[in-house]
């Protein structure tokens, strides 16, 4: 067996850069796609050949990189490393006056959408997997649920900016995919806490656990905006500002996550005040140029790692027959989950949404699925429902990024020629 020599912090690190790097070179070069999407068909390639080798007895680098990936806590790497700069640079560039303007659609897919479609979900796997010799208990499909429900901001955020949908359904989901995660978390950890306790939480508890994470993310991310807010208008010098919000996000994020407030949504509120009131006000024109400039290269590099590590993770997964056909239901259960909350949200608000003619398509198909999944589903504890649920994740996030990714545009430019209803 062949396995990676245990390997420094900075020498894994060293080592998936460059495997992003030589994999963003041969998709510009030679294939073309978008660059998350290039890179990520590129790395399951790679993984599925190494698989393919195994098969034939060449196990020397499946071992490998199977050696080399444990060596990787990846969600560590996503949740306490890139999200708070994923999540920062997303909102950055997010008009908040459009986010009001469609705060309701907003709002409903964010939250009462997430719970809907996660029970959604739940259901009908708890009654489907049984058929497949796969049965679990409803905490089981309710943790599934939970982390497959919210849509990716680095995923939507990443493909839908080059799809060509209309502005106001970019903003719906670009802003439903900021918030919505963060609530699809909380949720994951009350459900992993009931999974690991065998207590059931009170309503109280679930409102005050809710209010203390979620709310006080919020109001942490808007003292901590108004903070660097202050520090970047009292100055002019373009080094120390950019220095200064990349300390906010990094410190922030961790001081967040230490006061157990909900630190995606805390990134999220002070990329939203410095990306506006901050990005209008208290910036020049040389330092927005260059805050603009290095996180949207943040958000270019650390895009491309994430998706890399999401195709490599595919030698982790012991796939069957059918637990192949599990991941096929999952992904049909899953958009059948998202046009029931999209379907009932425009149909039943379609006067105060003021959205396009056949927008619930590309709200449907753009709700991608992404790295936070993944993420989460590593959480859960070691064993055989575990396994489960991490093949059925991997399966609707591989199909979520590369078809719904690449065809998105296509549904989009089906409703381009309708005119946007205005309010």
Known sequence: MVTATSLTVLEVGAVFLSITALLSYVNHRFIGLPTTIGVMVISIILSMVAIFLGFLGFDQLIDYEISLLNQLDFTE?????????LLFAGALHVNISDLKRYRLPIGIL?????????????TALYFILPLLGFGLPYI????????????????VMGILSSAGAPKSIETVIAGESLFNDGLGVVIFVLLLGILSSGDIPTANYVAHTLAVEAGGGIVFGLVLGAILYYMIKSINSYQEEVLLTLAGVIGGYALASHWHLSGPLAMVMMGLMLGNQGR??????ETRNYIDLFWELIDEILNAILFVLIGLEVVMIAYSGSLFVAGGLA????LLARFIVVGMTTKTFSKQLKLPDGAWKVLTWGGLRGGISVALVLQLPSGYERDILLALTYAVVVFSILVQGLSIGKVARTIQPTKEKTL
């Open 280 to 285: 209008e006000w208290a910036m020049s024109d």
């Open 331 to 334: 992904i049909i259960i899953a």
């Open 110 to 122: 964010a939250c009462v959408g997430t719970v809907v479609s996660a029970v959604l979900i739940a």
């Open 77 to 85: 790497v996503l949740l306490d490393g890139m999200l708070s700069m």
């Open 140 to 155: 089981w499909c309710l943790l599934f649920g939970a982390l497959i429900s919210p849509t990716d901001p680095i995923a």
